[in-house]
């Protein structure tokens, strides 16, 4: 039901809005907040996307943009930029000019592509100021009801016994989803065969028609058919069970301490950007992230906010990018 109140953008008007615009979106403040608005910033703001229009990440975006369009005052544009699992836009903004005019949003990928690939255009650690996490979304493991496994336990128990019966599908080589189920194989011993798709909903559809008995995709693309019962879901990679799915219990609570593995959207500004912008950028968001219609356009598209500000995200990819680079050469993954 629409909400006249809420000044968001429904998920459908984002998706035809990213579809129409080709990947690029503007949203502005005038009148005499426009004329109000003292330093910075002064001008047009963008915000790259490194991946293509529509998906979580763009979503999550323009969000924001709109958000802080409002918040700044200024002029914020959305710009997609995709290629090579996320690195083009990424490297874009890690040698655009740190002058707080060019900024990124971007996903897990920014923490698991330094192990994935044997070259980047960017270093973690060095070549961007933190700004913000954004939100994340749980993975979600789940199987076809007529596979007849109900529990994690089974699930492995199965595997044991049949290990050459399984397969998976993930979203894609690399993604989140992928290396969740990768997890899921070490911390369980098992071996599940790999099936990857060029997406998430490729990859449902496939355990949908029983090409695969199982899959690991994100929240959002997963929900709907596990709501119907299309799918079984056996458990969640999230700190917390998904307040949709309160019966689903995460890997945490079954007992594999430390099986964190959620998609992250994050927010950035190239490393010499002046501190006093990223901190504006940074206290803003963070006031943005605390509306209660942002928080409610976040969860609708499957996301829970996470505002930890600067300090936070950087302890974050600390811990993240030799956690996955882990996980990657234990699961006997080469980089490309």
């Known amino acids: 039901m629409p909400n006249h109140k809420n000044p968001l953008p429904t998920r459908r008007q984002i998706l035809r809005t990213a579809g129409l615009a080709a990947g690029a ?4 403040t005038f009148g005499t907040k426009r004329a109000a608005a003292a330093g910075y910033p002064e001008r047009t703001i963008k915000i790259i996307v490194p991946f293509a ?9 323009r969000i924001l943009g709109q958000s802080l ?15 090579a699992s996320g690195n083009i836009g990424i490297g874009y903004v890690a040698h655009a000019e740190a002058d707080g005019y060019t900024l990124l949003v971007t996903s897990s990928a920014y923490v698991v592509n330094p192990s994935l690939f044997a070259k980047i255009p ?32 089974e699930l492995f128990a199965r595997a044991k016994a049949k290990p050459d019966e399984l397969n998976y599908a993930s979203p894609g080589a690399g993604t989140t989803p992928h290396l969740s189920a990768e997890l899921l194989k ?18 449902i559809q496939a355990l949908l028609a029983g090409t695969t008995q199982m899959a690991v995709a994100a929240l959002p693309a997963a929900l709907p058919f596990v709501l119907s019962g299309e799918i079984k879901a056996l458990a969640g990679t999230g700190e917390h069970r998904w307040p949709d799915l309160p019966d689903v219990p995460t890997m945490i609570e079954l007992g594999y ?10 927010f950035f500004a190239p490393a010499k950007t002046p501190s006093d912008i990223v901190e504006k950028l940074a206290a803003k968001s963070l006031e943005v992230l605390k509306q ?45």
Do not use: C
Not at 25 to 28: D, R
Not at 302 to 316: C, T, W
């Open 25 to 28: 979106a503007t949203f502005s």
């Open 53 to 61: 229009p529509a998906g979580p990440t763009d979503v999550m975006a």
């Open 69 to 83: 369009a409002i918040a700044l005052p200024g002029n914020v544009i959305v710009e997609n930029r995709p290629g």
């Open 122 to 153: 960017y270093d973690p650690f060095k070549d961007f100021a933190p700004i913000t996490e954004l939100g994340t979304t749980p993975n979600m493991i789940v199987v076809s009801p007529k596979l007849g496994i109900n529990s994690i336990a």
């Open 186 to 203: 070490i911390v369980g011993g098992v071996e599940i065969t790999h099936v990857p798709f060029s997406g998430a909903a490729p990859a």
């Open 257 to 266: 301490k430390d099986f964190i593995a959620e998609t992250a959207q994050f």
């Open 292 to 336: 209660p219609a942002v928080i409610a356009q976040l969860r609708d598209n499957g996301y829970e906010v996470v505002a930890h500000g600067p300090d936070g995200l950087r302890k974050y990819i600390e811990t993240e990018v030799p956690k996955w680079r882990d996980v990657i050469a234990k699961a006997g993954i080469k980089p490309v």
